[in-house]
């Protein structure tokens, strides 16, 4: 099934160009020139991925995703300067799922749309249709993952997690206290061999931390190796 693309930025030009782009890779797409204008179509009809620019007037990018993520986890990716690098963190930790530096090379933005894209697919479905097969939960002391629902819970409490938060989380679990590499992270979250920088994977790491003690101020099972990598401490 074709997906869909909503393009947020108030450069026209720029909307133009990634609009073509996509629909001649087989995307349908929408295109919005505000955030404001924009958040209204995406709660109420959800395309597949969103891509925002942070710089837009009436309603910035940081503010529409921050709206955006009290009602919907549609994949987003971010548009930014290339120096704007708190910018960067702070979409990434209210609920981005990556983002891509202006000037950007438009194979590589479709690439980071199609990672995204088949990662959602596997978290929705790692197993087919079939409810025989599907993968079971994950359980690690107080964490619980449901691969084939997407859901995750820490001491019976739900926590809502982005599909990269939940693949960097899962490769943790599945091997309590054994180190993983910001590498081995960047694998099983982006594939295809697309560049993810080392801030990146710390930022979703620092993201997990917060969701998770929304629910438990005490929560500490993500243990960083300072020039090794994170593990995953199970209680």
Sequence with gaps: MTATIALVDDDRNILTSVSIALQTEGFVTRVYSD?????????DNPPDLAIFDIKMPRMDGLELLRRLREKSQIPVIFLTSKDDELDEALGLAMGADDYIAKPFSQRLLIARIRAILRRTELVASPAGDDDATAAGPLVRGRLSMD???HRTFWGGEPVTLTVTEFLILETLAQR??????RNQLMDAAYHDDIYVDDRTIDSHIKRLRRKFRGVDPTF???????????????E
């Design 176 to 181: 309590p206290g054994i180190v993983k590499t």
């Design 220 to 234: 500490d099972a993500i243990e960083t190796l300072y020039g090794a990598g994170y593990r995953f401490s199970e």
């Design 147 to 149: 691969p084939a629902r």
């Design 35 to 43: 955030g404001e204008t924009a958040l209204k179509a995406l709660t």
